[in-house]
């Protein structure tokens, strides 16, 4: 995993990411350990190192947080591509829309939009797009960006790595459309990554399967 970014980030967002370090420094076999932690930013170690292996293309962003947007927009700013981040919050868009730069749109946009793909973006083609949304919104938005970016990934995904029997507050995932799925298991809540692409960077492969 890349650290020079880690270098100019604030405190707070380095938390998932150096207890994931800590974890994957344990002389345990991999299949013998216990998710680590617990916490929102859960998904900091995937963001990090899929954003330093696929260094090039445009990234989007569904569902900014304190855990996710700082990141991309420092990440995104020192590779010199373009960041779209999508908000369905209003407090969360105003929270973040000072971020706005040449490199980094942040839009608000409604639920029923992006659940009906009534949106521009839909159109483009992204290298990685995070989805961290609304529960109704997140499977519809996947299916629609499942052949416009070479890897998705997805946040709370520990109902599908468990089998879990979904429910009322379930995001009701199918990632049966996709050629491979990985799962990032070792923090709470998991993190997929999702592609239907023929050939899978090394990288990427090598940190989903140890």
Not at 41 to 60: A, F
Not at 88 to 111: A, G, I, N
Request: glycine share 2%; net charge neutral.
């Amino acid at each position: 995993m890349n650290d020079k970014y880690m270098e100019l980030m604030h405190i707070p967002y380095k938390e998932a990411y150096l207890a994931y370090k800590i974890w994957d420094s344990q002389e345990v076999p991999y299949a013998e350990r216990q998710p680590l932690l617990m916490h929102l930013s859960s998904h900091q170690p995937v963001l990090i190192h899929m954003l330093n292996t696929m260094t090039k293309g445009p990234v989007l962003e569904v569902g900014v947080g304190n855990h996710s947007t700082p990141i991309m927009h420092l990440i995104c700013a020192n590779q010199n591509r373009k960041l779209l981040s999508v908000e369905t919050d209003e407090r969360w868009y105003l929270s973040y829309r000072q971020l706005k730069s040449k490199w980094h749109d942040v839009d608000h946009v409604t639920e029923e939009k992006l659940i009906n793909g009534d949106y521009p973006f839909f159109k483009n083609k992204f290298a990685l797009a995070f989805i961290d949304g609304t529960r109704l919104s997140r499977q519809p938005m996947i299916e629609r960006l499942a052949n416009k970016v070479d890897y998705l990934i997805v946040h709370d995904t520990e109902e599908i790595v468990a089998k879990r029997k979904y429910d009322e507050t379930s995001y009701n995932y199918d990632f049966s459309m996709f050629k491979n799925v990985f799962h990032f298991k070792c923090m709470y809540p998991c993190t997929s990554v999702l592609t239907n692409l023929n050939s899978i960077n090394l990288q990427v492969y090598e940190f989903f399967n140890r």
